[in-house]
């Protein structure tokens, strides 16, 4: 049976988080990402053709919305586990009748509200500079939730690997931000020459902006239940990692 109590608490204790660092957490992505559509969509957008029928400011509002999430989801929520664990208090948490279950739907369940809350946001802005549409919103937000939730576990694994704050910032940073901007945020995978089209594909945020613009626009440079797969499998994995790091305690009673 899951405690749902415990589930809960653990779930407004990190949504209070994010709303209390509101300014670093909402915006500072959100003045980011205006910036991006400036640049981009307003600057250069008007002088860029069509892509797949969709006009060049609207094609990039699924790249630059994933290179958001992406970046935050894993900073909170491996920030949310670290300071437990440089402070000490995460030792309330071990010995309270708390399961791996109960904390990781509270840990994912806060990284999915924020991220919608983020998403929201970042669309109602992206109206201020673009005209787009959503051709299929229902599984818009079911995969930038999955996206989330996702992420969001692989946040937790990091923030309990870091042994210090340096080693926070390396993967979002010097990993995740460049291979998203790699994975087809701004350009399309069919623009590039060959070989680099196919060597593309082998960076994995390729399928995640590729299943989000989907949603978006109903085409994408890769096919949609892959996307979905990858970050399902995704998901899976990083869900088997941390039951295994709760058996185990592996840095958490260290």
Not at 3 to 32: C, D, G, H, K
Not at 61 to 81: A, C, R, V, W, Y
Not at 118 to 136: E, N
Request: net charge neutral; proline share 4%; aromatic share 14%.
């Amino acid at each position: 049976m899951i405690n749902w109590r415990s589930t809960w608490s653990i779930y407004i204790r990190e949504l209070m988080r994010f709303l209390r660092t509101a300014f670093q957490s909402v915006l500072a992505p959100v003045l980011t990402t205006s910036l991006y559509f400036i640049v981009f969509g307003a600057a250069i957008g008007s002088r860029m053709p069509d892509l797949g029928g969709v006009d060049y400011g609207a094609f990039i509002i699924p790249g630059l919305l994933m290179l958001t999430l992406l970046g935050e989801t894993t900073s909170n929520s491996s920030f949310g586990i670290y300071m437990p664990r440089f402070t000490g208090t995460i030792y309330e948490l071990l010995s309270a009748p708390v399961g791996v279950a109960e904390t990781l739907i509270g840990f994912v369940g806060a990284a999915m509200t924020k991220s919608l809350i983020l998403a929201a946001i970042i669309l109602l802005t992206a109206r201020l500079f673009v005209d787009y549409s959503i051709a299929h919103p229902l599984l818009a937000v079911v995969y930038i939730m999955l996206v989330a939730a996702a992420f969001s576990l692989f946040g937790f694994i990091l923030g309990i690997w870091a042994d210090n704050f340096e080693k926070l910032g390396i993967i979002p940073m010097l990993f995740l931000t460049p291979l998203t901007f790699l994975g087809g945020t701004f350009y399309s995978i069919d623009m590039l020459p060959k070989p680099w089209d196919t060597i593309a594909l082998l960076n994995p945020i390729v399928y995640l902006v590729s299943g989000l613009r989907w949603t978006f626009y109903g085409s994408s440079d890769v096919n949609i239940w892959v996307s979905f797969g990858i970050t399902l499998a995704f998901l899976a994995a990083c869900t088997a990692v941390i039951a295994y790091i709760f058996k185990t305690g592996w840095r958490l009673r260290a």
